[in-house]
């Protein structure tokens, strides 16, 4: 079974919205991270966030991180056309175990 | 250089023919990874090496193989692909600061 899931599987904003992704997740760990992945391309993360740190941003990005809900969000400020991606979350327990949901495809409308 | 390289891109199989996937890395990286991404579902963790020494998953235990020959290079085999293989294969590596660099994939079509 999965241990991480984000949510909602797709949403759509309008170029200059803002927008949250949600993830819940099953496991302890040590970690979460947030991945995007453009359209013919890899994922490449966004933001890693430790368990003992409740929030983490990185430009327009901040996450937050929830241990005793197990779960974790991803709000994206004043969005561009290329933020159009599909957003991973994916928890890390220590080892070099690295496990992913199935993303949520953010669709940014111009 | 943060890059990971895969080759093919692409790969056209047919059924019960072997696969043989690339990746590389010049980051010096400890830890190189195998995910199998299919549409509309989450990466799946394949195998990993950690140096020299290789972990795979329960439930592909048997259907992936792998090899390390040195810190740079890992590839991913399949014996006789079988059509459920068709799909996007993702190549990582880490060092300890956890985080993963993907490479861009190879996308395997089993005919």
């Known amino acids: 079974s999965q241990l991480a899931e984000e949510n909602p599987w797709a949403l759509s904003v309008h170029e200059g919205e803002s927008v949250t992704v949600n993830c819940s997740y099953k496991?302890?760990?040590?970690?979460l991270q947030w991945y995007r992945q453009k359209s013919g391309e890899g994922p490449a993360q966004l933001i890693l966030i430790r368990s003992n740190e409740r929030e983490k941003r990185n430009g327009r990005l901040r996450a937050t991180l929830d241990t005793s809900s197990q779960s974790s969000s991803l709000s994206i400020t004043a969005t561009r056309c290329e933020d159009t991606a599909v957003y991973f979350c994916?928890?890390?327990?220590?080892?070099?175990?690295?496990?992913f949901g199935k993303g949520t495809s953010l669709t940014v409308i111009p | 250089d943060t890059t990971v390289k895969q080759n093919p891109r692409y790969k056209l199989a047919r059924v019960g023919k072997p696969v043989n996937l690339i990746c590389s890395q010049t980051m010096n990286h400890d830890t190189m990874y195998w995910y199998q991404k299919k549409p509309n579902q989450a990466p799946k963790l394949l195998l990993f090496?950690?140096?020299?020494?290789?972990?795979r998953e329960a439930d592909t235990f048997e259907k992936f193989q792998s090899s390390r020959p040195n810190n740079s290079f890992c590839s991913l085999y399949i014996g006789s692909a079988g059509l459920e293989y068709s799909a996007m294969y993702l190549c990582?590596?880490?060092?300890?600061?956890?985080?993963?660099?993907f490479g861009e994939g190879s996308k395997l079509t089993v005919l």
């Open positions: 990582a590596s880490s060092r300890d600061t956890g985080q993963l660099y």
């Open positions: 496991t302890s760990i040590t970690a």
């Open positions: 090496y950690y140096d020299k020494i290789l972990n």
């Open positions: 994916a928890t890390h327990t220590g080892y070099q175990n690295f496990y």
